[in-house]
């Protein structure tokens, strides 16, 4: 078992916030966001000639509508939309826009996105600094305050830098390295011992030998984090994700979980088990094998399992599932109740299952049920569970196969990243625009409840100025 210096950290943020680190110069704000999750989008430099990306195409409105033929509003000016020259004097259609300085065109503002398996929303980092985050909050795991649900708000609680990577019950990010995160602590998952279900007192206690890497928190109450190669957890044991031997209790403080190799460069934290990508491209999982999600049909093994795969690039977690990218293509295994992993059956898949997209893949996601990609021209194809119309199928069954997901025009969503939820999806698309589709009964897609499902794609409805300014007080 690697040993490494027992550090503890004291810190502050307010707001209830905890900051996991493992050495003595962590403050509350200040330093880059993690490399390893900086995936910031380059700024585009789309004219008005490519406003076919997200369908806007007029220079008035609120920005909450369909992303396909009216986000941005009904006129016909040519202005102001995403993608289009600004208008005059800098003017943009909605608050979901700022006017590009360099280019002069109207664009978003999103440049890092965070969902997951657990999420009923999802927190954007913005180009300028700052982070909005929105959907279920009734564990604070929006605005450190539990309020039940919450429309996109900054955060100005969380530290200058910071980069979420997961949203859930609780969630968490990096700070320089610094793990943060708020929410949900029934198990401990927020600070490494138990408290209240909403913001608990803002006291850290962090055991990490050094920095994080990735930061990930489930659905069932675990955090895990990749430092240096190795993993660490703390929060819920019950499946084993953390010792191997489901314990039904909690894990505390953060701990190495010494089954797993130190020579990790991805973790993927379902909500039964962990998978981690290794160095050589090969995949290890740990935990419950209920669906068969360790890539094994042993009901009970012992020990991290070896999936039966190899040159992985990268893995993603559903709620019993996983998916791989390897040179393009994807193949999933485990729980397959919606087809999630093998059309045409419901039966659980032990061994990787190769998905036909009909293009190579760049980048996945996945949800409770669902799963998408991001192929190499920039559409986005979901499969999976659609009851609620995550896959973007607006018209399709509960269960559909590979689907191109499309805006209110009829044109394909083209991005640059995407996220699943529980049952709706998030993505930025070319104008750094983030859009949703699926449920939106808690606000998960990032706008008002109105009834109904959000599909085809809505524009979240993100404040860019208020955000901007909250990074700029911290």
């Given at each position: 078992?690697?040993t490494?210096p027992?550090?503890?950290v004291?810190?502050t943020?307010?707001?209830?916030v905890?900051?996991?680190?493992?050495?003595?110069?962590?403050?509350?704000g200040g330093?880059?966001?993690?490399?390893?999750?900086?995936?910031?989008?380059t700024t585009?430099t789309?004219?008005?000639?490519?406003?076919?990306?997200?369908?806007?195409?007029t220079?008035?409105?609120?920005g909450?509508?369909s992303a396909?033929?009216?986000?941005?509003?009904?006129?016909?000016?040519?202005c102001g939309?995403?993608g289009?020259?600004c208008?005059?004097?800098?003017?943009?259609a909605?608050?979901?826009?700022?006017?590009?300085?360099?280019?002069?065109?109207?664009?978003g503002?999103a440049?890092?996105?965070a969902g997951?398996?657990?999420a009923?929303?999802?927190?954007?980092g913005?180009k300028?600094?700052?982070?909005?985050?929105?959907?279920?909050?009734?564990?604070?795991?929006?605005?450190?305050?539990?309020?039940?649900?919450?429309l996109?708000?900054?955060?100005?609680?969380l530290?200058?830098?910071?980069?979420?990577?997961?949203?859930?019950f609780?969630?968490?990010?990096?700070?320089?390295?610094l793990?943060?995160?708020?929410?949900?602590?029934?198990?401990?998952?927020i600070?490494?011992?138990?408290?209240?279900?909403?913001?608990?007192?803002?006291?850290?206690?962090?055991?990490?030998?050094?920095?994080?890497?990735?930061?990930?928190?489930?659905?069932?109450?675990t955090?895990?984090?990749?430092?240096g190669?190795?993993?660490?957890?703390?929060?819920?044991?019950?499946?084993?994700?953390?010792?191997?031997?489901?314990?039904?209790?909690?894990t505390?403080?953060?701990?190495?979980v010494?089954?797993l190799?130190?020579?990790?460069?991805?973790?993927a934290?379902?909500a039964f088990?962990?998978?981690?990508?290794?160095?050589?491209?090969?995949?290890?999982?740990l935990?419950?094998?209920?669906?068969w999600?360790?890539?094994?049909?042993?009901?009970?093994p012992?020990?991290?399992?070896?999936?039966?795969?190899?040159?992985v690039?990268?893995v993603?977690a559903?709620?019993?599932?996983?998916?791989?990218?390897?040179?393009?293509?994807?193949?999933?295994?485990?729980?397959?109740v919606?087809?999630?992993v093998?059309l045409?059956?419901?039966?659980?898949?032990?061994?990787?299952?190769?998905?036909?997209?009909?293009?190579?893949?760049?980048?996945?996601?996945?949800?409770?049920d669902?799963?998408?990609?991001?192929?190499?021209?920039q559409?986005?194809v979901c499969?999976?569970?659609?009851?609620?119309?995550q896959t973007?199928a607006?018209?399709?069954?509960?269960?559909?196969?590979?689907?191109?997901?499309t805006?209110?025009d009829?044109?394909p969503?083209?991005?640059?990243?995407v996220?699943?939820?529980?049952v709706?999806?998030?993505?930025?698309?070319?104008?750094?625009?983030?859009?949703?589709?699926?449920?939106?009964?808690?606000?998960e897609?990032?706008?008002?409840?109105d009834?109904?499902?959000?599909?085809?794609?809505?524009?979240?409805?993100?404040?860019?100025?208020?955000?901007?300014a909250?990074?700029?007080?911290?």
């Open positions: 078992m690697r490494a027992v550090l503890l004291v810190s943020l307010g707001c209830g905890s900051l996991v680190r493992g050495d003595d110069t962590a403050e509350g330093g880059a966001a993690s490399s390893a999750m900086a995936t910031t989008s585009t789309t004219t008005s000639t490519s406003t076919a990306a997200n369908g806007e195409t220079s008035t409105g609120d909450g509508g396909g033929g009216g986000g941005a509003g009904g006129g016909g000016d040519l939309g995403a289009q020259p208008c005059p004097e800098s003017v943009c909605g608050a979901h826009l700022v006017c590009d300085p360099v280019t002069l065109n109207c664009l503002c440049a890092t996105l997951g398996e657990a009923q929303g999802a927190c954007v913005h300028g600094g700052g982070t909005s985050c929105w959907g279920a909050n009734d564990y604070g795991q929006v605005t450190c305050e539990a309020t039940g649900y919450s996109p708000v900054s955060m100005p609680f530290p200058e830098g910071f980069s979420a990577t997961s949203v859930g609780h969630s968490c990010g990096l700070v320089d390295g793990v943060v995160c708020w929410g949900s602590n029934e198990f401990g998952e600070v490494g011992s138990p408290g209240p279900q909403e913001c608990v007192p803002p006291l850290v206690r962090g055991l990490l030998p050094g920095d994080a890497e990735d930061v990930q928190a489930t659905w069932n109450g955090t895990v984090a990749l430092v190669g190795a993993v660490h957890a703390w929060g819920s044991d019950a499946t084993g994700q953390i010792s191997g031997t489901p314990t039904g209790g909690s505390l403080p953060p701990t190495l010494a089954a190799s130190d020579d990790n460069v991805a973790i934290a379902g088990a962990t998978c981690v990508t290794k160095l050589d491209g090969t995949v290890q999982c935990g419950s094998n209920e669906f999600g360790l890539g094994t049909e042993d009901p009970a012992v020990g991290p399992q070896v999936v039966e795969i190899e040159g690039d990268e993603v559903g709620f019993g599932f996983f998916c791989a990218r390897v040179e393009g293509d994807v193949l999933c295994w485990g729980d397959n919606a087809g999630q093998h045409g059956s419901s039966d659980r898949i032990a061994f990787p299952s190769a998905v036909d997209l009909g293009g190579a893949a760049v980048r996945l996601a996945a949800g409770l669902h799963a998408c990609a991001l192929l190499g021209d559409t986005v499969w999976g569970a659609n009851g609620k119309q973007g607006c018209e399709g069954g509960d269960v559909v196969g590979p689907t191109v997901v805006l209110g009829g044109q969503l083209r991005a640059k990243r996220v699943g939820g529980a709706n999806t998030c993505a930025i698309d070319l104008n750094d625009v983030v859009v949703c589709w699926g449920v939106n009964g808690a606000n897609s990032g706008v008002p409840y009834g109904t499902l959000a599909c085809p794609p809505v524009v979240a409805q993100i404040d860019c100025a208020a955000s901007a909250g990074a700029g007080a911290r």
